[in-house]
């Protein structure tokens, strides 16, 4: 088993895949800065609150920690947000990656897996979407992934550093076992935003009707979060195993729209939605749902809850739970 160093695993997917990872019998510890992750979702024995731009601090922890691998996932994510303020996603998507990877080199780690997006395809002339389609990210949050991936390219090259990059497509879901959900601030995701309208009565915006779609709204493919942490585990044990760079999608290579989740969502909770039709989202593809055939044939993984009904009991489960605590 191993000892991994995972940045951002204070976050959603961060802290999912961490327990993941624990589960599994690796050793764990997470640097993570809490600027936007949440200091209860991790032990504190293993948190290190470091920014990685402190190099000295980070290559001094591997050292001391004796790590062999790296989970990347410490970033902003919000496509919106990057649009507003793309040097903030430069600086810290780019810069913080390269800071890390400079760390790596001097600490002699030569195996990481990162978190990148099917924001890196943009809006793509085909779907199902296969890891050969071009790079064509549509907003600063997307091409800040396209970089990290393409730096990654040449420390594979020139510095022996083997890497995976998973795409995500829509994650989503909590913890089946209720430890961790997702708890974003602000919230712009489409489930826990619809969980939310349920509880407080305010209608939430779909982003437009009038798209070429059955019934005019987006599509999209989504993920249950520790389907894709365990993604994560297979990425890693290929590393470590000795196998070479690479990149993959993760989805179910099903779609739903947002009339379709919204109906779910009510089936679920018992509830109706209180939603109105607004104006399309800028930025917004009309259909984005992963070819993941790469994931399962190459790393041998099997999703298990990524059922539409399973994603949203256990996102559901966590947000009484959340709302309770008054979190
Ligand atoms: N939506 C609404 N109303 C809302 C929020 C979302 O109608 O209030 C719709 C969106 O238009 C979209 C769908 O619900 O069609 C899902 O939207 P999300 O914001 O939950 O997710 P996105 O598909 O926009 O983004 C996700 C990740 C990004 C990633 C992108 C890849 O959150 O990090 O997939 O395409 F970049």
Redesign the pocket.
């Known amino acids: 088993m191993a000892k991994i160093l995972v940045t951002g695993g204070a976050g959603y997917i961060g802290s999912h895949t961490t327990l993941a990872l624990l589960e599994r019998g690796h050793d764990v510890i997470v640097v993570d800065n809490l600027s936007r992750g949440h200091a209860h979702n991790v032990d504190p024995k293993r948190l290190w609150r470091i920014h990685l731009t402190d190099t000295d601090a980070l290559v001094r922890l591997m050292r001391a920690e004796e790590v062999d691998a790296v989970i990347h996932f410490a970033a902003y994510?919000?496509?919106g947000e990057s649009t507003r303020e793309p040097e903030l996603y430069f600086s810290n998507n780019v810069g913080g990656s390269l800071a890390l990877l400079t760390a790596m080199q001097q600490a002699g780690i030569k195996r990481l897996v990162f978190s990148s997006?099917?924001?890196v395809y943009g809006m793509p002339e085909r779907v199902p979407i296969t890891e050969d389609m071009p790079f064509a990210p549509v907003s600063p949050?997307?091409d800040s992934k396209v970089m990290v991936e393409r730096i990654l390219g040449w420390l594979d090259q020139y510095r022996d550093l083997r890497s995976i990059s998973l795409r995500?497509?829509?994650?989503c879901g909590a913890d089946p076992q209720g430890r961790l959900g997702e708890e974003h601030n602000p919230e712009?995701?489409?489930?826990p935003?619809l969980l939310r309208a349920i509880e407080t009565g305010v209608p939430?915006?779909?982003?437009?009707d009038d798209y070429d779609t059955p019934d005019g709204?987006?599509i999209?493919d989504y993920i249950h979060v520790s389907d894709l942490a365990e993604a994560h585990i297979c990425a890693l044990e290929s590393l470590l195993n000795g196998g070479p760079s690479d990149a993959f999608n993760v989805g179910t290579g099903t779609g739903y729209s947002?009339l379709e989740v919204i109906r779910a969502v009510e089936e679920v909770t018992g509830r109706k939605v209180p939603y109105e039709i607004g104006p399309r989202?800028p930025g917004?593809?009309a259909v984005?749902v992963a070819n993941a055939d790469k994931l399962r044939t190459v790393l041998g993984w099997r999703p298990q809850y990524s059922d539409l009904r399973t994603i949203i009991e256990t996102a559901w489960a966590f947000e009484k739970k959340r709302t309770a605590k008054g979190q």
């Open positions: 994510i919000a496509v997006t099917a924001a949050y997307g995500y497509f829509n994650a712009t995701h489409l489930i935003l939430i915006t779909v982003f437009g709204t987006c999209r947002v989202r917004d593809a984005l």
